[in-house]
């Protein structure tokens, strides 16, 4: 594609503009067109009844391109109550109706599994009925959390409404000192702009930083977009995109457009200089509480949590692994390690990572959301303390109200398992 105005455009507006058949800008609201649609166990059946509401005078009740739909199963899988089993049932059966992919309770989570199977491509507008949809934005595309009412007009349609939203630039240069990732970039951001720096904006990363960063660490600063407010976080794609997507989409060819133009003007720009930067953690209980390691170290565990849709990659457990090595985990605290997927599990399992973390004392799960959002196992008690390596630390996020749940990479988070307290990295 080319860009036809007279203007330089953000990736956003020239995203929308493709949505929309027509040129847009920055403020204008336009009705547009959705080329990937994803839901899931929680939020899926509500927009299965809320599209029969919308088709019930209508003689055939099929969802506008089944192709471009995608229905997992992740949050409460396998089935944790008859309720969960229900949903379960009723997605199964209304995918297997409409001909659409439905991804099992095997598969993994959402956030994974849709870029890992090659259903998002830059340029693309993405819709999902969860709020951390704004992952995919690490491919180069406008992806954005729905609600469930919204979806099922998507079901519908194919079609919704937006507003093209304002861009605010994040620009980081600099060498990540050792143990230092780009969990901990994202979290100092959040924590410099604060819950609502980014809302309703569209949060792009950009720098010699950002582009050093493999698709795995781009996805986690793609995730967490939403924690500073933001309606989609982007990483313009690159050589690191193409090449991800070529062992995922035959016969995928590489279009240079989708960036921003020279020249573009961002709502807000943000310059940081990440090669001092220390280990970052969030703190009860918002993820924009956020502080160097050094000032909570010593801080003391109940449960370490590495895995979730924001580091649950093969390239995070790995770092758990090697900075583990053969030393068990601290007396009196619980490691529960989940991979997002079925295919990150598989390389966890050959590079014989499941073997180390067992004998370690560790727990490894099958790929799901696990404790994250409250979820169906491993949940903090009363008065518990946790360390987690997912995106959202709210109380009673993964277990009691009276809970304590820190954020961090998976560095920390494996420093931290050894001693039984939050832990610096650079000291293991």
Request: net charge negative.
């Amino acid at each position: 594609m080319s860009n036809n105005t007279d203007h330089p455009m953000t990736i956003s507006e020239k995203i929308f503009s493709k949505a929309a058949g027509k040129t847009v800008k920055t403020g204008d609201f336009v009705l547009a067109n959705i080329d990937r649609a994803m839901t899931h166990d929680i939020t899926g059946p509500l927009a299965v009844d809320g599209f029969y509401e919308i088709m019930r005078d209508k003689e055939e009740k099929k969802v506008w391109d089944p192709s471009k739909i995608v229905i997992l199963f992740d949050h409460q899988v396998p089935a944790d109550s008859l309720n969960a089993a229900a949903n379960h049932t009723m997605l199964r059966k209304f995918a297997k109706e409409q001909g659409i992919l439905n991804y099992d309770v095997y598969e993994g989570v959402c956030h994974q599994v849709m870029p890992e199977k090659g259903h998002v491509k830059p340029g693309d507008l993405v819709v999902g009925s969860d709020s951390h949809t704004c992952a995919y934005g690490a491919l180069g595309s406008f992806s954005t959390g729905i609600g469930s009412t919204d979806m099922a007009a998507v079901f519908a349609s194919g079609k919704l409404w937006f507003k093209v939203p304002e861009t605010v630039r994040f620009e980081v240069n600099g060498k990540l000192p050792e143990n230092v990732y780009s969990k901990d970039v994202i979290l100092h951001l959040i924590g410099d702009v604060g819950a609502e720096g980014a809302r309703y904006k569209a949060a792009e990363y950009t720098g010699s930083t950002v582009r050093d960063m493999s698709m795995s660490e781009r996805m986690t600063m793609s995730n967490m977009a939403i924690e500073m407010g933001g309606k989609a976080g982007i990483v313009e794609a690159d050589e690191t995109t193409e090449a991800y997507l070529k062992e995922r989409i035959p016969g995928y060819e590489f279009d240079p457009y989708w960036k921003s133009d020279e020249g573009v003007e961002y709502s807000e720009f943000h310059e940081y200089d990440v090669s001092d930067l220390a280990p970052q953690v969030a703190c009860p209980h918002n993820v924009d509480n956020v502080k160097p390691v050094t000032e909570v170290e010593g801080t003391k565990l109940d449960q370490v949590f590495v895995g979730s849709c924001t580091n649950g990659r093969f390239e995070d457990i790995e770092i758990v692994a090697k900075m583990m090595g053969n030393e068990p985990v601290a007396k009196g605290v619980r490691l529960l390690i989940i991979p997002a997927s079925r295919t990150e599990y598989m390389k966890v399992l050959r590079a014989g990572y499941i073997e180390q973390f067992m004998e370690a004392g560790a727990i490894v799960e099958s790929p799901c959301c696990g404790p994250c959002m409250g979820g169906s196992f491993g949940l903090l008690g009363d008065g518990e303390v946790g360390l987690a390596t997912s995106n959202r630390n709210f109380k009673g996020r993964e277990g009691s109200p009276d809970s304590f749940v820190y954020l961090s990479s998976p560095a920390t988070a494996a420093a931290s398992a050894l001693t039984g307290e939050i832990t610096d990295p650079r000291t293991i």
